[in-house]
């Protein structure tokens, strides 16, 4: 079945380190999404891409870094520079042609222990 | 970029139809509506998306403003299933008709479905 897959779906970090956060998509969909969601609120934009090799600056990029080398795959790694990282991570894809929407992956929860 | 507004919550029975209210009044003629629903510690789930007419599908309808200035997200007969956050996001589309661009979520609407 097509769909976006995130992995890991708990990670743990300890402070001072980089983790990296996946998203693979097997839909042939063009733009790519990352999104953080904090306890009872609603997503906000790190970081989407439209094309490969490709990216922009979403609403809270900072302390965040991503690449895009391949259509399928839309990685983001969480730096030390980001200083209250512990969230929900969710990735979201969309095609070319739109008729279905944007899909979103199950989310990666991320704790800084 | 155009926000919406919606109601922090509401409340509906079981098998009765629920109404759910989205304000955008800055929406640019190209914008898309969309509409999607998220349970806890999942990602969001589509609903549905329209530009200009009303559209239906299996799972809603979705009612928009001759003015494209509101819309509302109908579940004809809600189920307990259908309790969740309902976000209505406006998406940028590129002149060639498709929706790409910044995909911004407001806080969206609880919905509480009483047996």
């Known amino acids: 079945d097509g769909g976006i897959t995130q992995s890991p779906k708990y990670l743990f970090r300890k402070e001072g380190q980089n983790v990296t956060l996946s998203c693979e998509q097997n839909?042939?969909?063009?733009?790519m999404y990352w999104y953080r969601q904090d306890p009872g609120q609603g997503l906000r934009l790190i970081y989407y891409s439209q094309i490969v090799n490709d990216f922009q600056k979403g609403d809270i990029a900072e302390g965040y870094s991503v690449s895009r080398e391949k259509k399928e795959s839309f990685p983001l790694t969480v730096t030390s520079a980001q200083k209250n990282p512990t969230a929900f991570y969710l990735c979201a894809s969309i095609g070319f042609r739109a008729s279905y929407g944007y899909t979103f992956g199950s989310g990666t929860r991320l704790t800084v222990v | 970029d155009a926000k919406t507004t919606q109601p922090n919550s509401m409340e509906s029975n079981e098998e009765e139809p629920v109404h759910l209210p989205c304000n955008h009044s800055t929406i640019s003629g190209t914008d898309y509506i969309h509409w999607y629903r998220q349970l806890p510690s999942q990602g969001p789930e589509y609903v549905i998306h329209g530009l200009t007419s009303n559209v239906n599908n299996r799972m809603a309808s979705l009612a928009i403003a001759e003015d494209r200035k509101s819309s509302t997200l109908i579940l004809h007969r809600a189920t307990l299933r259908d309790a969740a956050v309902y976000y209505c996001?406006?998406?940028?589309?590129?002149?060639?008709?498709?929706?790409?661009?910044?995909?911004?979520f407001g806080q969206g609407t609880i919905l509480t479905v009483h047996p």
């Open positions: 839909l042939n969909h063009d733009a």
């Open positions: 996001i406006l998406s940028l589309s590129n002149a060639g008709g498709t929706s790409y661009g910044k995909l911004t």
